[in-house]
């Protein structure tokens, strides 16, 4: 049996969660997409989109910014060595390494 993926998400921690506003190539709005923190490192984090085609979302810390670049992952070996350096990082402070939970919770309800 599925978890509710929008009661997950709701009561997920504003920390641990974001929206993704996507144009079409023709620069049509499309459906906001709801992502779930998975792994963090000091500069970067990886997300993944709570659709049933799940996507790679990740933001990086631009040096000597606040800012952060958004970009779309499409090669599995980059989000495993980003997951590898979260797991290696380990967590400080609570806000580095793997976010089991919403892992879990993504392993367990795969659409």
């Given amino acids: ?3 509710d993926s929008a ?3 709701q009561y997920t921690p504003e920390t641990e969660k974001t ?3 996507v144009q079409t190539p023709d620069g049509e709005d499309m459906e906001p ?3 779930l923190l998975v792994a963090q490192t000091k500069q970067q984090k ?3 989109t709570l659709e049933s085609k799940r996507r790679y ?3 990086t810390q631009l ?4 800012e952060m670049e ?3 992952l499409q090669d599995y070996e980059e989000v495993e060595a980003l997951m590898e350096d979260a797991g290696l990082d380990g967590i400080h402070d609570g806000e580095q390494g793997i976010v089991y939970h919403n892992l879990l919770f993504l392993l367990m309800n795969p659409y």
């Fill in 1 to 3: 049996m599925s978890l």
């Fill in 7 to 9: 009661s997950f998400f």
């Fill in 19 to 21: 929206t993704i506003y």
């Fill in 33 to 35: 997409c709801d992502a």
């Fill in 46 to 48: 990886l997300y993944i």
């Fill in 57 to 59: 979302l990740l933001y």
């Fill in 63 to 66: 040096p000597d910014s606040d």
């Fill in 70 to 72: 958004m970009e779309f």
